[in-house]
């Protein structure tokens, strides 16, 4: 990993873009159940290791206008920050991408959800909602969005990801 002023540029554009579509997903991306589409960027540290840091601030900041307070920042993000470096490790592994994602943010943030904001649902249940919502968010537009950008050469040039 090498930290160039590119690589320094997109973790800041991947902040920025994760952040905003969470942000304008309104009550959507918080809560019990989630539907959070910024998650499908989650799988992108397995090609561009850039998407590590990003991902992570743009969690930071994301879940600091969420409302749901330090709690969220501090866990949420850590939870993105643990699937980043998780699925930059599995990146021989295209199928694998989306498991990190899916397992921490079940674990980590399913259980401070249940046990500090919501607990209408058990707290299995309640992981288990953001984790399907995670699975089909990561698998659905996650993997795809891998498979578009392998396949646009530009976009690999550009990006200069890891094919």
Known sequence: ???????????ALLAAIYSALTIVSGSFGYGPVQFRIAEALTVLPAVMPAAI???FIGCILANWFGGFGIIDIVF??????LAGISTYFLRKHRFLFPLPPVFFNAIIVGA?????YDNSYSMAFTM???GISEFIICYGLGLPLITFIKKNSVLRKTLEIDV
Do not use: E, H
């Open 1 to 11: 990993m090498k930290f160039s002023p590119k690589f320094l540029i997109q973790a």
């Open 53 to 55: 840091p990003g991902l």
């Open 76 to 81: 949420g993000s850590i939870a993105t920050l």
């Open 112 to 116: 401070y959800v249940y046990l500090l």
């Open 128 to 130: 288990l909602f953001i």
